[in-house]
């Protein structure tokens, strides 16, 4: 890795961390920072995958599905991605609303850095 993609990868990793900690706004902004240093390495698509996830943490639904929608394009085969798109396509917005303030996307998995 050359420097500036080292260190998004490590802003990245913040973001991770973060995420697991349930701090979706603070993963967020360091996911956002990192990924443009890190965009054209081949595992990109997992930090979409951790930006979505941080977007349903935080209620917003419509970015979250468009990064599952980049996360796809960067890898047609991300299963995870394909899943949780399905997920939040098939929710009415008030479903999503009522899931959202019960807490049930706290709970969901967050997606391995490997």
């Given at each position: 890795?050359g ?5 998004g ?17 603070e ?10 240093l ?15 996830t ?7 639904r419509a970015?979250?599905m ?5 996360a ?13 798109l ?21 709970k ?7």
């Amino acid at each position: 890795l050359g420097d500036d993609e080292a260190r998004g990868a490590r802003m990245v990793h913040q973001g991770f961390e973060l995420l697991k900690k349930k701090k979706p706004a603070e993963a967020l902004e360091q996911m956002q920072k990192g990924y443009p240093l890190i965009k054209n390495h081949p595992d990109n698509f997992r930090a979409l995958g951790n930006m979505a996830t941080a977007y349903v943490m935080l209620g917003r639904r419509a970015e979250a599905m468009e990064m599952l929608r980049a996360a796809l394009r960067a890898n047609p085969d991300y299963s995870v991605a394909r899943n949780n798109l399905h997920l939040l396509e098939n929710l009415t917005p008030e479903e999503y609303d009522r899931k959202h303030k019960a807490g049930f996307f706290q709970k969901m998995k967050i997606i391995k850095e490997d």
